[in-house]
């Protein structure tokens, strides 16, 4: 979801964005008026997230996956090895990516969930034990497919790149624990295409390795994201979603919020034996609330009704099957109310 005043003010100045007689997506990103969109929008997320002068803010295409590569190809070099920590499928598909543009001599993997009393945890090794030198370690602080958060802040001793794409500003986090955070942008900063890129100035001196200019952290840091057209609208809807979140008291606020949301759905779960959940408490995504129907075969029923009801997007993903609420920051109370409503008739009506 995207806030929705964020949505009418996008609809009521579609046509006529400041006067100008035309819409955002029209006007030169070089235009003043473009320029001072964005100058603003990194004040607010700097003022958002406490973000030190000694980091640079970047507005980059691709996606979540598009920092899959750029990390790659800003920071590895032809010799430089990288450490990945493996908590569900995205960090998964990072490694993936990682090994296909190096070699798998560059790129170390530790998967680090176990099973534990039925339910899947997150279990951190001491990575200071591991004698080995690496550019950086790669983990993800929230699985977006399997409803894995890691609330844990690690100590490494390699520089920390986080792919936060679906937990961002979700909750407060202290930004000189990592060298480079990103995140697509499309569950709480805006809609697709664009990510956001908080990199430490000492990462750019890394050997990078020959790459497209897009994707340079270099260039994107020379050029004021602008090395080429910036996704200019979804940066405009990302500056709105600022303001937004700052009227609203800020991420300690939405923190507060969101943490009561999780809560409704996880205390109705656990109290409940016709759901189930797989994650350990301790890693219970306050994002992506994953869940189970006890009698799967009710699971095409379950999504009908739902949708009837107008719950929409609870499918799980494929991969993993049974039920995901994804409750990002513009989701409202009411929403999580009506979904626990339902959910409560619906065990009530098939037990
Ligand atoms: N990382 C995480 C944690 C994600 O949730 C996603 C998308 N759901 C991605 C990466 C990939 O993002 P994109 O589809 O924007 O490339």
């Known amino acids: 979801m995207l806030p929705q005043a964020v949505m009418q003010q996008a609809q009521s100045e579609l046509l006529d964005w400041h006067g100008l007689g035309t819409s955002v997506m029209e006007i030169?990103?070089?235009?003043?008026?473009?320029?001072?969109?964005?100058?603003?929008?990194?004040?607010?997320?700097?003022?958002?997230m406490s973000i030190p002068a000694n980091y640079h803010v970047l507005f980059m295409h691709g996606g979540g996956r598009g920092q899959f590569s750029a990390v790659v190809n800003n920071f590895l070099g032809q010799q430089g090895k990288a450490l990945y920590l493996v908590s569900g499928s995205w960090s998964q598909s990072a490694v993936a990516e990682a090994k296909k543009l190096t070699s798998d001599a560059q790129i170390d993997s530790l998967d680090i969930v176990e099973n534990i009393n039925g339910k899947n945890q997150v279990v951190l090794p001491d990575l200071n034990k591991i004698d080995r030198d690496y550019r950086y370690l790669?983990?993800?602080?929230?699985?977006?497919?399997?409803?894995?958060?890691?609330?844990?802040?690690?100590?490494?001793?390699?520089?920390?790149?986080?792919?936060?794409?679906?937990?961002i500003m979700s909750r407060e986090i202290n930004?000189?624990?990592y060298a480079l955070i990103y995140a697509g942008a499309q569950k709480n900063i805006g809609p697709s295409g664009l990510s956001i890129v908080i990199v430490r100035d000492d990462m750019l001196e890394l050997p990078s390795l020959p790459q497209s200019s897009i994707m340079d952290y270099r260039l994107a840091v020379k050029h004021g994201s602008m090395y080429n057209t910036p996704p200019?609208?979804?940066?405009?809807?990302?500056?709105?979603?600022?303001?937004w979140l700052k009227v609203r008291g800020g991420v300690a606020a939405m923190a507060k919020i969101n943490l009561h949301k999780a809560a409704l759905l996880y205390?109705?779960?656990?109290?409940?034996?016709?759901?189930?959940?797989?994650?350990?408490?301790?890693?219970?995504?306050?994002?992506?609330?994953?869940?189970?129907?006890?009698?799967?075969?009710?699971?095409?029923?379950?999504?009908?009704?739902?949708s009837e009801e107008k719950l929409v997007a609870l499918k799980g993903h494929r991969s993993v099957g049974g039920m995901r609420a994804s409750i990002y920051n513009a989701m409202p109370i009411e929403g999580v109310e009506a979904l626990v409503e339902f959910m409560q008739d619906f065990a009530n009506k098939h037990k």
């Open 232 to 243: 200019t609208f979804a940066w405009y809807l990302a500056a709105e979603v600022f303001k």
């Open 175 to 177: 930004v000189n624990k």
């Open 267 to 306: 205390d109705f779960i656990d109290s409940s034996d016709f759901y189930t959940s797989k994650v350990s408490v301790k890693n219970r995504s306050v994002m992506n609330v994953t869940f189970y129907l006890t009698n799967e075969a009710l699971n095409g029923e379950f999504l009908n009704q739902a």
């Open 28 to 48: 030169s990103h070089r235009s003043k008026e473009f320029i001072a969109l964005t100058e603003q929008a990194e004040i607010d997320l700097r003022e958002l």
């Open 138 to 167: 790669h983990y993800c602080t929230n699985e977006t497919v399997d409803g894995i958060e890691i609330f844990d802040e690690l100590d490494s001793p390699w520089p920390i790149i986080a792919d936060m794409s679906s937990n």
